[in-house]
């Protein structure tokens, strides 16, 4: 696909309310060579995420304990952060410093690989639908337009199976390389911001 054969370029964005001043480095994956890959995986780790999250509900129910984390807005925080304020009668600010840059490889392959292995198997234990089917869209600049389980996809359909879909992230995070300069770099270590998966790769 001609819209897609270009390596993403980095940038970095300073970041003025730090002293010093410090960067945030970004990729720019909007039409580089893996933004289908990795847009797909984004939508398929959402309904991970989702899955993941009924099961944590679940379990709280019998021992009380929340295991889920993750938010979709930033509104918990805001919220958190008011009754802070309040209880302390102080004005407080908080950041988060390094999120992306302090993923490995091998830990995030170890901690999906685990989490999709586990959500795979309550939905076969279950014998609901295991196979993720994603949707193409017909605006120009979005790709797919979602995921969704499916017992038996179309013959056309692009779906992802358990282990495909550990493979797929495997060969994402191993095949991330961007241009600066006239040089190509590849991303070794950590996950760079700006590509579409990244995301859902840093909460799960």
């Not at 970095?12 to 289908?36: G, L, W, Y």
């Not at 918990?76 to 309040?86: G, S, Y």
């Not at 550990?166 to 300069?181: A, E, H, P, R």
Request: glycine share 2%; with cysteine; proline share 4%.
């Amino acid at each position: 696909h001609d819209d897609f054969s270009k390596l993403p370029l980095i940038y970095m964005t300073p970041k003025f309310h730090k002293d010093p001043v410090k960067f945030r480095f970004i990729v720019a994956s909007n039409d580089c060579s893996n933004k289908p890959l990795s847009n797909a995986i984004s939508k398929s780790l959402k309904r991970i995420r989702i899955d993941r999250k009924y099961a944590c509900e679940i379990s709280q129910k019998f021992d009380g304990v929340n295991k889920y984390w993750i938010i979709d807005s930033s509104q918990p925080i805001i919220d958190c952060i008011v009754r802070l304020n309040e209880k302390h009668a102080m004005k407080s600010t908080f950041d988060f410093t390094n999120l992306y840059t302090s993923l490995p490889h091998n830990d995030i392959i170890h901690s999906l690989s685990a989490m999709i292995t586990d959500v795979f198997a309550r939905r076969n234990k279950k014998g609901k639908a295991d196979k993720l089917a994603l949707y193409t869209s017909k605006k120009d600049n979005i790709i797919w337009t979602k995921a969704n389980w499916v017992y038996k996809p179309k013959a056309s359909t692009f779906y992802f199976t358990k282990e495909s879909l550990i493979n797929s992230i495997k060969m994402q995070l191993d095949s991330t390389y961007f241009v600066f300069g006239n040089k190509v770099f590849q991303q070794k270590e950590r996950i760079p911001m700006g590509t579409d998966d990244g995301p859902e790769i840093a909460n799960l």
